[in-house]
C-alpha cells in the first residue's frame, strides 16, 4: 500500500506543478490538488505535512472563493480530520464546527454533507469524552442518511460503539434487536 500512495504523492504533486505553470498559482484547481496531497500525506502517516497541505488549500479557497463556499467546507471538513489525527481534538472540533455550520447554511440540513459533516464532529467529540453531544450527532446524521440505506448502516454501527462506550447497554440491546427501524 505505501508504495501506491508514494506513487499517488508523486502524481499529486506533479499536476500541481504543471497547474501552476499553466495557470499560475493561485487557482481552485492548485487548491483543490493542495487538498489531495494533504489526504495522501495523511494516509501516509505524514500528519504535520498533511495539515501543512490543507491549511494551505484552505486559504487559498477562502481567497478565491470566499469564506462561504461548498469547497471551503469540504476543505475543513478534512482539516478537522487531520487535527483529530493529529491528537489535536479542540481544534478539530472548531473546524468541524465551522464545516457543518456552512454545509447547513449552503446545502441545507438534509443534505448528505450534513451527515458527513455531523459523523466527523461526533468522532471528536467521542475522542474528548462528550459523549452525549456526540451521540446525539451521530442520530441526527443517521435520520438525514435514512434516505441513502448504505450510509445509514455506517451512522448506525458509529452510534452503537459511542453507545457501547457510554454505557447505554439497554439502548443498545434494543438497537441490535430491532435493526431494520435504523435503516
Known amino acids: 500500500r505505501q508504495g501506491k500512495l508514494t506513487e499517488a504523492e508523486e502524481m499529486i504533486r506533479l ?3 504543471m497547474q501552476e505553470r499553466l495557470l499560475g498559482r493561485e487557482t481552485a484547481a492548485i487548491a483543490e490538488t493542495l487538498g489531495n496531497l494533504g489526504v495522501v ?3 501516509q502517516d505524514r500528519p504535520a505535512e498533511a495539515e501543512a497541505a490543507i491549511r494551505d488549500a484552505l486559504a487559498l479557497q477562502e481567497k478565491l472563493l470566499g469564506r462561504e463556499h461548498v469547497d471551503v467546507a469540504r476543505s ?5 480530520a ?15 464546527r465551522a464545516a457543518l455550520a456552512l454545509n447547513r447554511k ?7 454533507e450534513v451527515a458527513s459533516s455531523l459523523q466527523l464532529l461526533a468522532v471528536a467529540l467521542v475522542g474528548q469524552g ?33 453507545l457501547e462506550q457510554q454505557g447505554s447497554l439497554a439502548e443498545l440491546d434494543r438497537m441490535l434487536l430491532r435493526p431494520l427501524d435504523f435503516m
Open 15 to 17: 499536476a500541481a506543478g
Open 41 to 43: 500525506l495523511a494516509q
Open 76 to 80: 475543513l471538513k478534512k482539516l478537522g
Open 82 to 96: 487531520i487535527l483529530q489525527q493529529n491528537g489535536k481534538p479542540t481544534e478539530a472540533e472548531n473546524c468541524l
Open 106 to 112: 449552503l446545502l441545507g440540513n438534509q443534505h448528505p
Open 130 to 162: 462528550h459523549n452525549n453531544e456526540a451521540e446525539a450527532s451521530y442520530r441526527e446524521a443517521i435520520a438525514i442518511r435514512q434516505q441513502m440505506p448504505a450510509a445509514a448502516a455506517r451512522s448506525s454501527a458509529s452510534l452503537v460503539a459511542a
